[in-house]
């Protein structure tokens, strides 16, 4: 009984940690509204400039238009999957923005590797059809790579060692709070790219 006590206590998190992820959270959603701002005066720059020279900018346009569709979409889905871990964390009447339990495991797990849903790979193909898509629209290799390197899902070398996917590394056993930032930064790599 006694070393079931202790694995229990080593499992717990310390709050400070679980606190700092809240203010990692706080820093991400702030680079995010800032982001969000210079998006929406670049798209009312390229809206004009498509008024005043259609046949010039109509493709641009378009597909400028495109990225912005699916990178709302990618966006909106990755809020989903925040909301439903806080479910999983908190129950039905949870708030993603004031998770009480944060410190719980298991939720992330359920939520993204669960055997039904496998929401942690439907993430990965989302993430990898987007910085393709993203990527295809810049002229520059180095613009690309950007991309590339900010919107990475490679397996982390460690994790490749431990034979486990990106999902598995990025979702297994995580603390809910860390979890849940972990989506906002993919939230924040989308709005900048």
Same mark, same amino acid.
């Given at each position: ?6 694995? &229990? ?20 959603? @702030? ?6 701002? @210079?998006?929406? #005066?670049?798209? %009312?720059? #390229? ?21 912005? @569709? ?8 990755? @809020?989903?999957?925040? *909301? ?11 708030? *993603? /923005? ?13 939520? &993204?590797?669960?055997?039904? /849903?496998?929401?942690?790979?439907? #993430? ?18 180095? %613009? ?10 490679? *397996?982390?070398? *460690?994790?490749? =060692?431990?034979?486990?996917? =990106? ?27």
């Amino acid at each position: 009984m006694y070393l079931v006590f202790i694995a &229990m206590l080593a499992l717990n998190v310390p709050a400070e940690v679980l606190d700092g992820f809240d203010l990692v959270e706080d820093g991400l959603k @702030q680079t995010i509204k800032s982001t969000e701002s @210079q998006n929406n #005066l670049t798209t %009312q720059k #390229l809206t004009k400039y498509f008024g005043d020279n259609p046949d010039k900018a109509g493709e641009g346009f378009k597909e400028a238009q495109n990225l912005t @569709q699916e990178s709302d979409k990618l966006f909106n889905y990755i @809020q989903d999957l925040k *909301v439903k871990i806080a479910i999983e964390a908190d129950g039905k009447n949870a708030d *993603v /923005n004031k998770i009480e339990r944060k410190d719980k495991l298991g939720p992330a797990s359920v939520i &993204m590797l669960g055997p039904t /849903n496998k929401e942690g790979e439907k #993430l990965r193909k989302a993430i990898d059809t987007y910085r393709s898509l993203a990527a295809n629209l810049l002229p520059s290799e180095e %613009q690309k790579r950007s991309i590339e390197e900010r919107l990475n899902t490679e *397996v982390p070398k *460690v994790s490749r =060692w431990n034979n486990r996917n =990106w999902e598995e590394t990025y979702f297994e056993e995580m603390p809910t709070s860390a979890a849940i930032t972990l989506l906002t930064k993919i939230q924040s790599d989308i709005r900048a790219t």
